[in-house]
């Protein structure tokens, strides 16, 4: 098993956010997706896709048809192998269209007694589910800041309190991918 470094930055908005992963390169994509949901703090309620090249892996929908590849039966390596991307585009929630650009870095052996995926590095807070994309999140966080904003109070009931975009929730964050990589984790081999 090889390990490669991922550097995921959620693009379009203010105060970046971004979150750098190591994960193996025979991670599935469907497993990679709730990977991504866990680092960045998104909720997995929406669909989602990946895209590299001209191909997007996700779920298919078979009420409506897709040219998606399904995300459960590839993984990174072959859509890499298959692209010759050294950029993945994930697109989370197509009503809010959270776009996220993927930068694929080195591949490594993995540490010894580490538990992968890891997530080594945190910047900036994941803006909230359905809060409008990159526009509404503007205007949540010119409200948020601003207590005497007419929709001030109304959207710190709403999300459960203050909100500070500099501040993630580093913790909570990389013990939800640390629960993912123990699930995960491969079966020893038995002794015969």
């Known amino acids: 098993m090889s390990i490669i470094e991922l550097k995921i930055t959620l693009k379009y908005i203010e105060t970046a956010v971004t979150r750098t992963l190591q994960v193996p390169t025979d991670i599935r994509l469907d497993r990679l997706h709730l990977t991504i949901q866990a680092a960045m703090g998104w909720t997995n309620s929406h669909l989602y896709m990946f895209e590299a090249g001209s191909a997007t892996w996700g779920l298919p929908d078979p009420d409506f048809g897709s040219e998606d590849l399904p995300a459960n039966k590839s993984t990174l390596a072959e859509l890499i192998e298959d ?10 929630d197509f009503g809010d269209s959270w776009d996220h650009k993927i930068k ?3 591949i490594t052996d993995p540490v010894p007694g580490e538990l992968y995926p890891r997530l080594t590095d945190i910047a900036g807070r994941c803006p909230p589910e ?11 966080l010119e409200a948020m800041g601003d207590p005497k904003h007419p929709e001030h109070a109304d959207l710190k009931s709403w999300y459960g309190g203050d909100f500070d975009p500099n501040i993630p929730d580093s913790d909570e964050l990389r013990l939800e991918v640390l629960k ?13």
């Open 180 to 192: 993912l990589a123990k699930r995960w984790k491969p079966k020893g081999k038995r002794p015969n």
């Open 83 to 92: 692209t010759g991307a050294r950029m993945i585009n994930y697109l989370y």
């Open 130 to 140: 359905d809060v409008g994309g990159a526009p509404g999140y503007e205007e949540f």
């Open 104 to 106: 694929i870095g080195k």
